[in-house]
């Protein structure tokens, strides 16, 4: 039995440590200010009319949506480095003595990681729309409730890599990688239609690509997506479960016994 | 009545470092149990397997009626523990720290407040509750470790080394607090590199060495146990040979002889009394001048090193 109280009190802690990286938070802001203002706009001068047609007709929305999601991941994957931050000090191990089950925590910690990074990027989500427009009200309100799931999915799968590494140097040069990987390898930045087979095959698995075509779908940028809505909302769906799952079974099996680095 | 906790043959292996060895303790519903060892012997090793944070390599333990490697989520339910490190995140206040913990061992609102209010005031924290942890000194921090569990109250409460690091006022505070937890009903298991500290709170001790039990009874009892009712320290002005302690061994009512330090003898005796003239004239006859002789009572520290083989100096060193 899951208690949905407890679940609540462990993703507020984490929702409540998130507000105290002020600097990186407004960091984060700009750096997506800039990619808009800057990057996509003189990219979109560059594109040949033919381009524009493969991303639905206009590059820059089509760009300013998948800057969304990558912005979306990453601070959702920012609960991993909670985690070691908790190492050091213990907290880990207090956190494994209250009163609550190990499944409550590793959802309320997946819930709360992904959560605060929906919060925080919703400001910039509505700023995007409002630079694309909004066709379908309905089909937007899928998308937001795609992304959500695709939040408290990368969240976990921040928790499980954090979990199965238990060392915050390799963490942190793991992330570095995967981060490089699964945002090149995905239709974030530019249309499959561009890519070598061998990473169009590969961008067609990466749950980036399912969260940027859902909300480029709810944000009416139809003709860019690369599978059917429901492919990708299914797709978000069993990324988050695979990963929340996994959280738990890991979060049981490895952090107890200590070994932290 | 059961034991509300009991260990049967619980071990945990680091490697090929055995830190706990098929201990087996039981704990009274309602007692202070001390728990008392060298550093290493493995005192914070079996409590972190009671409260589930790391699960045994063999044997297991019962907390009330919970089998903590079956049932670890029931377990946690009943019991609590104020570490021996503060685990305290250095940018959170007491305040957020206390509140959240009150709040996720399933106090309401009002009663928290309530209570975390008290154990800030009464730790002397209130002024600095809104504090980063970051600035506070090592005793702080223990203040606020130790605050958890009075305020959480759960029906076994465990504290590991409650007052290391803490001032003289704040100790007998402390001890006064753990007393009251376990008067509203808690058992109490403590932790304690302090002799002194065991002896005035438990009810019961246990004395474990490299993960072993030595032995497990009442303080005075265990005073009682070790042969020779009396003790005698005598300082002398020159270090003492071996052969000399020998030699005392000898003197008819002395049980043994223990060097504390190369100067210090520490001797346990029956009848101190009838024998304490009789040890002055054998360090005349030997030319050992003696600086001072001092008789006393057992202490916890006699059990110790009577039962460790450690003297206390050798006992913190390790
Ligand atoms: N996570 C760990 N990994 C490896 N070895 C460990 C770990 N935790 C404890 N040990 C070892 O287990 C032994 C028992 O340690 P423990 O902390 O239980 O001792 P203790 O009785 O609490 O000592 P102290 O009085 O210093 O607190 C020690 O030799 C310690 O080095
Ligand atoms: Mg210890």
Redesign the pocket.
Not at chain 2, 37 to 46: F, H, S, V, W
């Given at each position: 039995m899951i208690s949905l109280r407890n679940v609540w009190i462990v993703a507020e802690r984490d929702m409540r440590t998130f507000l105290r990286y002020k600097v990186l938070l407004i960091m984060r802001a700009i750096w997506f200010l800039a990619q808009i203002a800057l990057f996509g706009l003189v990219v979109n001068k560059m594109l040949r009319p033919d381009v524009q047609d493969a991303v639905g007709g206009n590059y820059f929305h089509f760009y300013v949506a998948g800057i969304v999601i990558t912005l979306l991941y990453s601070t959702a994957v920012f609960i991993g480095y909670d985690i070691f931050e908790e190492a050091d000090h213990g907290v880990i191990e207090y956190l494994l003595s209250v009163p609550i089950s190990r499944k409550e925590l590793v959802l309320g910690r997946s819930i709360g990681g992904g959560l605060r990074s929906f919060i925080y990027v919703s400001p910039m989500m509505l700023f995007a729309l409002y630079l694309i427009g909004i066709s379908n009200p309905l089909q937007l309100l899928v998308a937001f409730a795609s992304l959500f799931l695709f939040t408290f999915g990368v969240a976990g799968f921040s928790i499980t890599l954090a979990v199965s590494i238990k060392s915050s140097d390799k963490f942190d040069i793991l992330l570095g990688v995967v981060d490089a990987l699964i945002v090149r390898l995905s239709t974030t930045l530019y249309p499959i239609a561009y890519m070598p087979d061998y990473y169009a095959a590969l961008a067609k698995f990466n749950p980036l690509t399912f969260a940027a075509d859902i909300f480029r779908w709810g944000a009416g940028i139809e003709s860019a997506l690369i599978t059917s809505p429901w492919t990708a909302v299914l797709g978000i769906v069993l990324f988050f479960s695979m990963f929340t799952f996994l959280g738990i079974i890991l979060h049981e099996k490895r952090i107890e016994g200590?070994?932290w680095q | 009545m059961a034991p509300i906790i009991r260990t049967v043959n619980l071990t945990k292996k680091?490697?090929s470092?055995v830190?706990?060895d098929h201990l087996n303790l039981e704990i009274e519903e309602g007692e202070i149990f001390g728990f008392l060892?060298?550093?290493?012997?493995?005192?914070?090793?079996?409590l972190l397997m009671l409260i589930t944070v790391i699960k045994p390599t063999e044997g297991t333990a019962y907390v009330g009626p919970y089998d903590v490697t079956r049932e670890p989520d029931k377990a946690r339910t009943l019991i609590g523990m104020a570490f021996?490190e503060p685990k305290l995140l250095w940018v959170s206040t007491p305040w957020d720290v206390l509140d959240w913990h009150a709040k996720v061992c399933g106090l309401s609102s009002e009663e928290r407040r309530k209570r975390v209010r008290w154990a800030l005031e009464e730790l002397g924290l209130w002024n600095e509750r809104h504090k980063s942890i970051h600035g506070f000194s090592g005793g702080m921090r223990k203040r606020v470790e130790i605050a958890k569990i009075l305020i959480q109250r759960p029906k076994i409460a465990i504290v590991?080394?409650p007052t290391a690091q803490i001032d003289i006022v704040g100790k007998h505070r402390i001890w006064n607090m753990i007393r009251a937890l376990r008067d509203e009903g808690s058992t109490i298991i403590l932790?304690t590199?302090e002799l002194y500290e065991a002896d005035v709170l438990s009810d019961r001790v246990a004395i474990?060495h490299k993960?072993k039990l030595l032995v497990c009874d009442a303080p005075k009892k265990l005073k009682d146990s070790i042969l020779g009712g009396d003790v005698i320290e005598v300082v002398l002005e020159k270090e003492v040979p071996s052969k000399i302690v020998e030699e005392l061994k000898a003197i008819n009512r002395i049980v043994d002889v223990l060097a504390v330090k190369p100067n210090c003898l520490k001797i346990y005796l029956n009848q101190a009394e009838e024998v304490l003239p009789r040890i002055t004239e054998f360090f005349m006859k030997v030319h050992m001048p003696v600086k001072s002789i001092q008789m006393s009572e057992p202490s916890l520290d006699d059990v110790f090193v009577h039962y460790t083989g450690l003297t206390i100096e050798e006992a913190q060193k390790r």
């Open positions: 200590g070994g | 680091f490697g470092l830190a706990v060892g060298p550093n290493g012997a493995g005192k914070t090793t079996t021996q590991d080394e932790a590199n474990i993960g």
